[in-house]
């Protein structure tokens, strides 16, 4: 028995070695990366099918933004190209705000808004002074139980007050998931939906619409904008199923049409939308630096082309082809394709140091290649 035992452990040894040898091989190595290979090929086979499946929902979104897009016109006075508000900032959040308020004027919002904690508006005032900021905004922390009803009143006071200057709220970024916060915040969503404003929902807005459908459901003028993590909390939550890429566009509709007709903006490697009736998608190529913060310069961008996409659904000749499109997916369109050419733009200048500011800075160029204001 010691004989034999010892005879398989030398066998065992000299396989070991052998699979080490091998491994260490030019041979084995070859193997390998033939494998690779072909694995990276059938992806890529796959991935190719999927892109040639979407560009069948693909609009030509530069004529989308020169349609939307207004003239730069005398006559006319400060607010009428824009007035938006961004509800988010909290102590550990002051970027996320900024970066979607500067963005609503880098695109051509003549007004801006915060509306943030205490803690975070000295923060984000000191960022620029273009922006319009609001510490109205309190956390559990700062407020005992008994006031919490007293102070919940009087955040919603003083939103109140501005709230019918606004043309599209941008519920998220920023925010933070405090109890309180967030329950002043569904209060304020609720108001922007008895007076018909458009609320576009980023960030940690997706986290309390998630957990609380009923804030957007049946809501036509509310986008949502989730990246892949956010969309697959949604699909759970909504579809009750795991996400379906085979048929995305389809999932997406369906999505959609089972919120109430809210229009979602799913990013991804092309940005799928829908209404719950139609299905765009936006390719056009942006940038492999994939720095925080380009979520929520979309955001903002979307909230003033769909603030211009409802001028113009209004005013557009019925034959023509875009007044038929609902202008939250006008304004998703053209928020995505302007993002993604500055993205690009961007990256092409600074490449691996490209951050969000970068970006901003582009925002402008890029419309006016597409839409120049003269």
Request: net charge neutral; proline share 4%; aromatic share 6%.
């Amino acid at each position: 028995m010691l004989m034999k035992h010892g005879m398989n452990s030398q066998i065992a040894f000299f396989n070991c070695a052998k699979t080490c040898i091998l491994a260490s091989s030019s041979v084995f190595r070859r193997q390998q990366f033939l494998i690779r290979s072909l694995g990276s090929s059938i992806d890529h086979q796959t991935h190719s099918r999927d892109m040639q499946a979407l560009r069948s929902f693909e609009i030509d979104s530069e004529s989308v933004i020169r349609a939307i897009t207004p003239a730069l016109d005398p006559r006319r006075h400060k607010g009428q190209a824009g007035n938006i508000a961004v509800i988010g900032g909290c102590r550990e959040y002051t970027g996320a705000p900024y970066f979607a308020a500067i963005s609503a004027l880098k695109i051509g919002a003549d007004l801006s808004h915060v509306f943030c904690t205490k803690d975070a508006a000295p923060v984000i005032k000191s960022y620029s002074p273009e922006l319009i900021v609001h510490p109205v905004l309190e956390e559990s922390y700062n407020v005992r139980e008994e006031y919490k009803g007293s102070i919940l009143s009087k955040v919603l006071a003083e939103v109140d007050k501005w709230m019918e200057r606004f043309d599209c709220l941008v519920v998220g970024p920023g925010l933070g998931r405090d109890p309180f916060l967030l329950d002043c915040v569904s209060e304020i969503m609720r108001h922007a939906r008895q007076s018909n404003i458009p609320i576009v929902i980023d960030g940690d807005g997706l986290f309390l619409v998630t957990n609380n459908i009923d804030l957007v459901s049946g809501y036509a003028l509310a986008v949502l904008t989730p990246n892949v993590n956010e969309y697959k909390r949604l699909v759970q939550k909504v579809l009750k199923s795991e996400v379906n890429d085979v048929d995305a566009p389809q999932e997406l509709r369906s999505l959609a049409k089972q919120i109430g007709g809210v229009t979602i903006l799913r990013k991804g490697n092309s940005d799928l939308i829908s209404d719950g009736e139609t299905v765009k998608s936006v390719s056009i190529y942006g940038s492999p630096r994939r720095c925080g913060g380009q979520g929520d310069i979309l955001s903002g961008s979307v909230a003033v082309f769909l603030s211009w996409a409802r001028q113009f659904v209004l005013a557009a000749d019925p034959n023509s082809n875009l007044s038929y499109l609902n202008p939250t997916v006008l304004g998703c369109i053209a928020g995505s394709a302007i993002l993604r050419k500055a993205a690009s733009l961007a990256f092409s200048n600074k490449k691996r140091s490209t951050v969000t500011g970068d970006i901003i800075e582009c925002l402008g160029g890029s419309l006016e290649d597409i839409c120049p204001a003269s």
